[in-house]
């Protein structure tokens, strides 16, 4: 595609409930970024995956956060037991090395 | 570790006014610097970037960065303010010597008024 797209654009969930975001980057790119955005909040950084190297995961706020990658493409977040404090926009970003990032247009989280 | 940090949450001119938004990183190592904006219900695009080619940077819509290493900062500026320019803007730092992960500053947004 022409650029990162994220589904869904908008997912309401059940505290307690698991979720999934997909991330498809763009074609090519090496690297790939997670952040979350909430409120009055800057972009957190969650987990960052280049090439076949192992991911940064330093920023997952808890194990109830997981990512993968396939296939050096595709990228799914999971968030298991949702809280509410879970609730924002989470971005995917992917870049060429070090290259600029572009980012996606978001998955809006609520949870009820 | 890497971090930026971002002086003003708020940031405030008249239309025609200098623009100045401020930025201050810390890196152990050479860093790559960034703007980026973010206008209402848009997503983030990249308005300059810094990758030690050139200590002042030019990027789109006028705006213009300078990295200065002795004060490890990397401030935003816009001789004149245009009300199109009201939006959220996110300084970000990344390692120069590999590919790294990019960290972000917590944004400033920018009003304009009339």
């Known amino acids: 595609g022409a650029g990162v797209s994220q589904s869904p654009s908008n997912k309401v969930t059940e505290k307690g409930k698991d979720v999934e975001l997909r991330c498809d980057p763009i074609?090519?790119?090496?690297?790939l970024y997670w952040y979350r955005q909430s409120l009055g909040q800057g972009l957190e950084f969650l987990i960052y995956f280049q090439g076949n190297s192992a991911p940064d995961k330093s920023g997952l706020p808890s194990d109830r956060f997981s990512a993968e990658r396939t296939g050096g493409s595709v990228s799914t977040l999971t968030i298991q037991r949702t809280q509410q404090e879970d609730s924002a926009v989470y971005l995917c970003?992917?870049?060429?090395?070090?290259?600029?990032?572009?980012f996606g247009q978001g998955t809006r989280l609520t949870v009820v | 570790a890497q971090s930026v940090t971002q002086l003003g949450s708020h940031v405030s001119v008249s239309e025609g006014a200098l623009v100045l938004l401020r930025c201050n990183y810390s890196s152990s190592v050479p860093p790559y610097l960034f703007w980026y904006v973010q206008y209402p219900n848009q997503g983030l695009q990249l308005l300059l970037k810094?990758?030690?080619?050139?200590?002042l940077v030019k990027g789109i819509n006028g705006f213009e960065a300078e990295f200065k290493k002795s004060e490890t900062s990397f401030h935003l500026t816009k001789p004149s303010a245009h009300m199109s320019d009201a939006a959220e803007y996110f300084c970000a730092v990344t390692r120069a010597s590999s590919a790294s992960k990019i960290i972000f500053g917590s944004g400033t947004r920018l009003s304009i008024r009339p």
């Open positions: 970003a992917s870049s060429l090395n070090r290259g600029e990032a572009f």
């Open positions: 810094y990758t030690s080619a050139a200590t």
């Open positions: 074609s090519g790119h090496t690297a």
